[in-house]
């Protein structure tokens, strides 16, 4: 006989709830399911989380609501609930009493993949989307490091939804308050105006010439309205408990007479041993005051770095931290992100207290001798909720997705939300985080001030910017720093997907010149055809899969197209036999009308990451407007006849 016996002296905590084993295969052979004791503490929360099993909970005592989904249910002693594999799911304890219960889970594989069948990746995406990249820094210009981030993926993935039927609004600018603007001004570039303007303006026009299509824009130095605004919401953050004013030992340079933070400081992290900035470590995301880091000194004019008390207001961020957890537990964030952040929450100590106000030159004057400005990262967190507001408000409600550097992670995910919360603005911030590393050049970091770099206006006017795109997409530095060399940087036309997909279209010419230049109806099938058929309908939502932003994967989407093209030329090199033969005539119909299908499906799915080539070829298949990404591919009419030879021929540019 085997017993067991609820015993909360023998839990573990997992799951944030205590759990201890009951019976499984391990105890009894062949037994088909585990199960375990398990007890959520009053007024706690259990780990949202899912699963592939089935999950049946048997309520021991207590009170407590189940959540499931978007569904509730509120259990008491002797109820029972049914879990569906992939479900999200928690149990909230609000009593003053334990919540007890028996889990029993079981591997049931029919009911999984039924559950996959109903979770289409296409119906997870979103209906109404604002796309925010942050605004790059107006201190010089975009190189191919800055392209393979942000800015190219999340144009691929606002295109991407747009070419659905579904709204999709991208949003960045320049950040013209950065310290780095006022760092580059010092160092001889201009004043702080002249920088931010020229800069700023220089990149939103490498950003339109890589493709990218950008909706509004944020442009503090050309904004006569910001410094206004954004002192609002400064006023409107003061009147929380959570901002105090108090005097701090600050890293201050006497020969430049400049407070030192941010640009103008640099040292190394006392975390982990890498050169940094001050208030944040790229190589391990940890935020830091100046003054703390190890051998600081000035980034002007190189001496070290001494320390005079200044007066500034503070958030305190720890008294977020409960609330920011909750939040984040229901916030879509890439795998990166979301372990940096829960080491920052982890951290002995707790979130440290930021400055929201500096003694600068330059930024929002938030004093009346104008010598207190607006803490640049304050400055750019207001200035992204107030520009998400302004989306709602004009174009309504709906999800907020940021694609961003982990390098920033911390400002996103820690400062900006808790001055949301403490702005009572939560709705406006992002429902999803998109990632990425450092792409490297020859392994080392992209560095203007060691020339090691190749500037993205340079790529861009050496190649096609599809050629561009595809190749940084390819390479793009999603969950780990990846690196591209210069020969391939500098030659981006080389692109095997760039060059595949042409050969493959001009091969279309040839077609033509056969069979004439109007498509087909499609005729008798052979087993091959109709396999051909049913990878290109299954394109569509392993695609679809690849942009969820959870999973989001421009490096898996290019491969999915480098697989597309070339299963397309191995159909024609295939089925060229058949095409010979008379008694064929039949089979011939289908198969040329299968190629000219598989170009509406490659127009389709290219366009996110090519749209100049994507867009010949919707039009040179006299389809109107733009490519669309439809659920299942529909053949091309009968008699529909392409404007030319190929999509490359001048007659379709």
Not at 200 to 217: F, K
Not at 244 to 252: L, S
Not at 585 to 603: C, D, H
Request: aromatic share 8%.
């Amino acid at each position: 006989m085997i017993t067991r016996t609820f015993d909360r002296t023998r839990m573990t905590w997992s799951y944030e709830m205590n759990l201890d084993s009951l019976l499984s295969a391990e105890d009894i052979a062949g037994l088909p399911f585990g199960s375990v004791y398990g007890s959520v503490p009053a007024h706690s929360v259990s780990k949202r989380h899912s699963h592939q099993d089935g999950e049946i909970f048997f309520v021991l005592d207590g009170r407590a609501t189940v959540v499931l989904g978007e569904e509730e249910r509120v259990l008491t002693k002797g109820d029972v609930v049914y879990l569906t594999p992939f479900s999200f799911h928690e149990i909230r304890n609000e009593s003053d009493q334990p919540f007890d219960l028996v889990s029993v889970y079981w591997e049931n594989t029919e009911a999984a993949t039924a559950a996959l069948d109903r979770l289409a990746p296409r119906d997870q995406l979103p209906e109404n989307v604002r796309v925010f990249c942050p605004p790059p820094t107006p201190n010089g210009g975009l190189h191919l490091g800055h392209l393979a981030g942000p800015y190219v993926r999340a144009d691929m993935f606002a295109r991407a939804l747009r070419d659905m039927g579904r709204q999709a609004r991208y949003v960045t600018g320049s950040d013209d308050h950065q310290s780095y603007v006022s760092a580059a001004s010092r160092l001889g570039k201009g004043t702080p105006q002249e920088v931010a303007g020229g800069q700023g303006d220089a990149i939103l026009r490498t950003l339109a010439a890589a493709g990218v299509d950008v909706h509004r824009t944020t442009r503090p130095s050309r904004d006569a309205g910001h410094a206004e605004r954004v002192r609002a919401w400064f006023d409107r953050l003061l009147e929380s408990p959570a901002v105090t004013v108090r005097e701090e030992e600050t890293a201050y340079c006497a020969g430049c007479d400049l407070s030192l933070f941010q640009a103008f400081a640099r040292g190394t992290c006392a975390d982990c041993g890498a050169a940094s900035d001050g208030e944040i470590c790229e190589a391990c995301g940890r935020p830091n005051q100046a003054v703390e880091l190890l051998d600081p000194h000035c980034r002007i004019c190189g001496e070290p770095a001494t320390t005079r008390t200044e007066r500034g207001h503070w958030l305190d961020l720890q008294r977020f931290a409960a609330t920011l957890r909750a939040h984040l537990a229901h916030t879509t964030l890439s795998a990166d992100l979301r372990a940096q952040v829960e080491r920052l929450l982890d951290a002995p100590g707790g979130l440290p207290p930021y400055r929201l106000t500096r003694t600068a030159e330059w930024g929002v004057p938030c004093t009346e001798d104008g010598t207190q400005r607006i803490d640049p990262w304050a400055d750019l967190a207001l200035t992204f909720l107030d520009a998400n507001r302004a989306e709602t408000a004009e174009h309504g409600p709906g999800h907020t997705a940021l694609f961003l550097g982990l390098d920033n992670g911390f400002f996103y995910t820690v400062l900006l939300p808790a001055l949301a919360f403490a702005t009572g603005t939560e709705e406006l911030l992002p429902a999803s985080y998109v990632t990425n590393q450092f792409l490297q050049l020859d392994g080392d970091k992209f560095s203007t001030s060691r020339d090691h770099a190749v500037w993205a206006d340079d790529a861009l006017a050496g190649a096609d910017p599809d050629a561009v795109r595809v190749a940084l997409l390819r390479t793009a530095p999603e969950g780990r720093l990846t690196s591209i060399s210069r020969p391939v940087a500098e030659e981006c036309g080389q692109d095997p997907l760039y060059r595949a997909a042409r050969d493959w279209l001009a091969g279309f010419g040839p077609l033509r010149e056969r069979f004439g230049a109007k498509v087909p109806v499609t005729g008798a099938w052979t087993d091959g055809q109709r396999e051909f058929y049913r990878q290109l309908q299954s394109l569509i939502q392993e695609a679809d899969g690849l942009l969820l932003p959870a999973c989001f994967s421009a490096r898996g989407y290019v491969r999915l197209l480098d697989s597309l093209v070339a299963r397309a030329e191995e159909f024609r090199a295939t089925e060229e036999p058949l095409r010979t033969v008379a008694s064929l005539a039949e089979e011939t119909r289908t198969s040329l009308a299968l190629e000219y299908l598989a170009a509406k499906a490659f127009a389709g799915l290219a366009h996110p990451v090519m749209p100049g080539l994507a867009q010949r070829v919707h039009s040179w298949l006299g389809l109107p407007g733009e490519p669309v990404r439809e659920t299942t591919w529909a053949f091309l009419p009968a008699g529909t006849a392409p404007a030319s030879a190929t999509p490359l021929t001048e007659e379709t540019v």
